[in-house]
């Protein structure tokens, strides 16, 4: 049985869940056994809805205790959870969650791990899963060797599936330890798209000078309905926030559309975008080695060519 863990966020289903499932859903079809899914805490979505990614069952610990995530203690109750479900593959997420809880579930269950698989198991002959390694330069195909199993699947490597569909939704105890930390305070972005889960990403770097010109990647962001990110020495010299800076040492994404503006594209930074669908240079440089990664590259100082692009995109 694959159990399939649902990660939430202020009480709602993450976007990476939903590729969760599909892989999750798909695996269970290709080993010929059932899936089901599990939510840790309290959720303000309607978990029956998730039958339309291919899910009949799902689990929920309806505790409020779990509505914050707490590695240790989330550890606890899906090792339990696992156990008492007859589980033997557990499928995650490879986002920040996943990355937490993983490899503490892998030493708790005994269970064999892969992190960050990009696409279905071969189940042929064993369990051998393929995932990106050296900053996506090339990919490791990794044999799990234990009855049981953990994989975490790469955010936007799967691309969720949905239907129609009812799931059933089943309450279920599992003992919830006390938690050692305590989280005293949130600082939640409100209304802006998270980085991790959008689809057009406007990215910018040094080339744009300071932060006093960020209004033009803001802009055009918000127009498209994505999300702004940034190479490491913008968000090093303060000109953004950390949490937006994207590569080797920050945040890995693969959305539909990634804008590069004023970004060289050294190797470290494409190590964190490389996987995005269609990337989009813009650089005064035409030697820049990013425009070698581009499928569209403009050349041109971006204080022109940006303010064109925002034009266009609101005559759309
Ligand atoms: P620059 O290299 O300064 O490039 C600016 C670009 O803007 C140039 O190509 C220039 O032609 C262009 N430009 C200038 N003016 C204009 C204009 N008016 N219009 C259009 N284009 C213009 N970097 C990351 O981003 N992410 C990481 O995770 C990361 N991790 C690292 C880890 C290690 C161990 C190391 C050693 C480095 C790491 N770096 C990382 C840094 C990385 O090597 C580069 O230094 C960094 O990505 C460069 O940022 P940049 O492209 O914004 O700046």
Redesign the pocket.
């Known amino acids: 049985m694959v159990l399939i863990f649902i990660d939430q966020s202020e009480r709602k289903i993450k976007k990476t869940s939903f590729e969760a499932i599909t892989y999750g859903v798909k695996l269970a079809a290709q080993l010929n056994t059932t899936a089901a899914g599990l939510v840790l805490g309290q959720t303000d979505d309607d978990l029956s809805s998730l039958g339309k990614y291919g899910l009949t069952k799902i689990q929920q610990v309806d505790d409020a205790a779990l509505n914050d995530m707490d590695a240790q203690v989330y550890t606890t109750v899906i090792a339990e959870a696992f156990r008492n479900a007859g589980a033997d593959t557990l499928v995650m997420s490879a986002n920040l969650t996943g990355k937490a809880i993983a490899p503490r579930l892998s030493v708790r269950l005994k269970a064999g791990l892969v992190t960050g698989a990009v696409s279905l198991p071969d189940t042929g002959n064993g369990f051998v899963v393929k995932k990106a390694v050296f900053s996506g330069k090339a990919f490791a195909h990794v044999a799990v060797q234990t009855p049981q199993r953990i994989v975490t699947v790469s955010p936007n490597a799967i691309r969720a599936e949905s239907g129609s569909g009812e799931a059933q939704v089943e309450k279920i105890t599992v003992a919830v330890p006390a938690a050692k930390v305590k989280v005293e305070s949130r600082d939640v972005l409100k209304g802006e798209v998270s980085l991790a889960d959008a689809e057009i990403v406007v990215s910018g770097?040094?080339?744009l000078?300071g932060p006093e010109n960020w209004g033009m990647i803001e802009e055009l962001a918000k127009l498209l309905h994505g999300a702004t990110a940034c190479?490491?020495?913008?968000a090093d010299a303060h000109w953004r926030p950390h949490h937006e800076?994207?590569?080797?040492?920050?945040g890995a994404i693969a959305p539909n559309l990634y804008i590069a503006?004023?970004?060289?594209?050294?190797?470290?930074?494409l190590?964190?975008v490389n996987r995005s669908k269609t990337i989009v240079v813009?650089?005064?440089?035409p030697e820049?080695p990013?425009f070698k990664a581009a499928d569209y590259g403009i050349v041109?100082?971006?204080?022109e060519v940006m303010p064109k692009i925002i034009e266009a995109v609101k005559k759309l």
Request: charged letters at 15%; glycine letters at 22%.
């Open positions: 770097g040094r080339g000078k190479s490491r020495p913008v800076h994207v590569g080797q040492t920050g503006v004023g970004i060289s594209g050294a190797i470290q930074h190590a964190g813009i650089n005064k440089d820049a990013f041109g100082d971006a204080f």
